[in-house]
């Protein structure tokens, strides 16, 4: 439940004070935490939805990332290029609730 709440904060962080490439990094990077691969099947529309943010938002965030190496957008499919680069463009932002949740592993 701790590191449920310190993703919650951290969302609503970012939702506030972030661009919406930082939030589209921080979300790439998250979904990638899950699925335990680097080629994530996902739409714009459904990124739009998790942004808060129109559709047309989410493809120039996407160009700006994929043009910056960052990763490759292909219809339906996202695949990571440079992690550590999605993490900086990310900034403090991405890491705290996985932090949270090792330590309460690492505790158990």
Same mark, same amino acid.
């Given at each position: 439940?701790?590191?449920?709440?310190?993703?919650?904060?951290?969302?609503?962080?970012?939702?506030?004070?972030?661009?919406?490439?930082?939030?589209?990094?921080?979300?790439?990077l998250?979904?990638?935490?899950?699925?335990?691969?680097?080629?994530?099947?996902?739409?714009? @529309?459904? $990124?739009?939805? /998790?942004? #808060?943010?129109?559709?047309?938002?989410?493809t +120039?965030?996407?160009?700006?990332?994929?043009?910056?190496?960052?990763?490759?957008?292909?219809?339906?499919?996202?695949?990571?290029l440079d992690? @550590?680069? $999605?993490?900086? /463009?990310? #900034?403090?932002n991405?890491?705290?609730?996985? +932090?949270?949740?090792?330590r309460?592993?690492?505790?158990?």
């Open positions: 439940m701790q590191s449920f709440i310190v993703q919650v904060g951290g969302t609503a962080y970012a939702n506030a004070k972030l661009t919406i490439e930082a939030r589209l990094a921080r979300w790439i998250m979904y990638q935490d899950r699925m335990y691969q680097n080629d994530l099947l996902i739409t714009h @529309e459904f $990124l739009s939805l /998790m942004l #808060g943010v129109r559709r047309p938002g989410v +120039a965030a996407t160009h700006l990332l994929e043009s910056s190496g960052m990763i490759q957008a292909r219809r339906g499919h996202i695949t990571v992690r @550590e680069k $999605l993490e900086g /463009m990310a #900034g403090d991405y890491g705290a609730a996985e +932090a949270e949740y090792e309460f592993i690492a505790d158990a």
